[in-house]
């Protein structure tokens, strides 16, 4: 086979594109999950105004990854990214126990929405590097996870820090998406 | 590719030959031309800069890497090694000195940035508290903070409850260019956050603010900043010096963003690239000098 004919036929099978949403409380870890995802660099995190978007090659899949800011001020735009989601990833601060109420309050609000309704659900248990993080069994029992119904979900915990948990959390994103499609 | 075959093979032989023949013809070595041929400033600057760092000689390359206490021997081994007669270009040795003074001082400069960066903001460090408080002070200077942990932080745009997880990789850095900001800029940085919290072109005021921080750490770490502190610092540049270029880099973005009438704070980072493409510009220029034309108080 010619050095021609190889290149056509990877331009002949385009990865699939992949959107995926990333949403959270603030100070959750979205934008250095994000940023591990893309093999960045990871010490000069500021808090996100707005939203980042990066494309990771994975599995054969180009992932479109949105990660929308987590303050209070900005969820009501959280909407606006909902339309054509493929995965759903939700990431909580496993050790902010203060606030576990209030992640769940806004969790329980997105599965609600019409746009997202089936969508496959990750939760990532962020930021298990802290000795003070609550083990994922406790968050999901915290947040009545076994009460979804209307979509597969997942929960993984995981350090965006050192990277740990990432690869088996988005390994679960590539088969949700393929079972999806088939 | 051509070009980079003539860089390589000017880089590594022509310029020797070059500069040893106007040498011969002038009677000066390329140091003494180019501190006698530009003013004081960034240009001059940057030409010792790449001079000093292209050269063969040892004592000149190492000259870089000096502390200030060392530079005056320095310039005199430079002086000695170049066989340079201070009888017959005077005002060399002084020249010279400040070059290796500003060249030196931005690395010094970046250290300690890098420094204050590094350092998390804990809430146990009463001195920290103390900061924090002061911002929240000099900002709002007509409303009493309830309590340390209160929503209304949000009034000057920190995220939560507690600002102490805004700082994030910024560190003290962020806090500190935040009340520097505020306190010897007090009727600026007020404007700029009356327009941080207008209800449909409003953005977080301090979050914002730590962002434009990272704004002003990459641009003196990847060195761009150089020609600025060249032109405007004849010495050593200094942390305040540092706090200053933040300060013109918040009040900036604030003008630049209520002109630009983004649709909502949802774009914020696509108008921060096209700041930062902005300030990038402005840096090429050798004459740049980024100072806040708003006079601190007193």
């Not at chain 1, 909580?92 to 746009?115: M, P, V, W, Y």
């Not at chain 1, 915990?157 to 999806?180: F, P, R």
């Amino acid at each position: 086979m010619g050095l021609l004919s190889i290149l056509r036929k990877l331009k002949s099978t385009p990865d699939q594109e992949v959107r995926i949403l990333l949403l959270g409380l603030d100070n959750g870890g979205k934008t250095t999950l994000l940023k591990q995802l893309a093999s960045e660099d990871i010490s000069h995190i500021t808090p996100t105004q707005g939203f980042n978007i990066k494309s990771v090659q994975s599995q054969g899949f180009k992932l479109n990854v949105w990660d929308i800011g987590g303050q209070r001020k900005i969820r009501p735009y959280w909407r606006n990214y909902f339309e054509n989601t493929d995965v759903l990833i939700y990431v909580i601060d496993s050790a902010d126990r203060k606030r576990f109420e209030e992640t769940g309050q806004e969790l329980a609000e997105l599965l609600d929405e019409e746009k997202l309704s089936g969508v496959p659900l990750l939760i990532f248990a962020n930021k298990q590097d802290l000795l003070t993080a609550a083990p994922a069994s406790e968050i999901a029992e915290g947040l009545n996870l076994h009460t979804i119904r209307d979509r597969v979900w997942q929960i993984q915990s995981c350090s965006a820090l050192t990277g740990e948990g990432i690869q088996e959390g988005m390994n679960w994103v590539c088969k949700s998406v393929n079972a999806k499609k088939k | 590719m051509l070009g980079y075959i003539w860089q390589y093979f000017y880089a590594s032989f022509f310029r020797y030959w070059l500069k040893w023949f106007i040498r011969q013809v002038t009677g000066k070595c390329e140091l003494q031309r180019i501190c006698s041929g530009y003013k004081p400033g960034a240009t001059r600057t940057t030409k010792a800069e790449y001079s000093l760092q292209s050269s063969k000689n040892k004592v000149l390359r190492n000259a870089l890497q000096a502390s200030s206490d060392d530079l005056e021997q320095c310039v005199d081994q430079i002086m000695q090694e170049k066989n340079v007669k201070a009888q017959k270009d005077p005002r060399f040795k002084e020249s010279l000195q400040l070059c290796l003074f500003q060249i030196t001082g931005y690395k010094s400069l970046y250290a300690s940035v890098e420094d204050l960066r590094k350092e998390v903001f804990d809430s146990e460090k009463l001195e920290h508290e103390t900061m924090l408080l002061k911002l929240w002070d000099l900002l709002m200077p007509t409303v009493k903070l309830e309590s340390r942990v209160t929503k209304q932080w949000g009034d000057i745009g920190f995220q939560g409850d507690d600002p102490k997880t805004d700082f994030r990789g910024m560190g003290l850095l962020g806090l500190i260019n935040l009340v520097f900001f505020s306190e010897n800029y007090t009727d600026a940085a007020r404007q700029v956050l009356f327009h941080a919290n207008h209800p449909k072109l409003g953005y977080s005021y301090a979050i914002v603010g730590i962002n434009l921080t990272e704004m002003a750490y990459s641009l003196l770490k990847s060195g761009a900043l150089k020609p600025h502190f060249y032109n405007t610092i004849l010495g050593k540049p200094e942390l305040q010096h540092f706090h200053q270029l933040y300060c013109y880099l918040a009040y900036e973005f604030d003008k630049f963003w209520v002109a630009e009438e983004p649709e909502s704070i949802m774009q914020f980072n696509h108008y921060r690239e096209k700041f930062h493409s902005q300030v990038k510009a402005q840096l090429q220029d050798p004459n740049v000098s980024l100072t806040l034309t708003v006079h601190p108080k007193n």
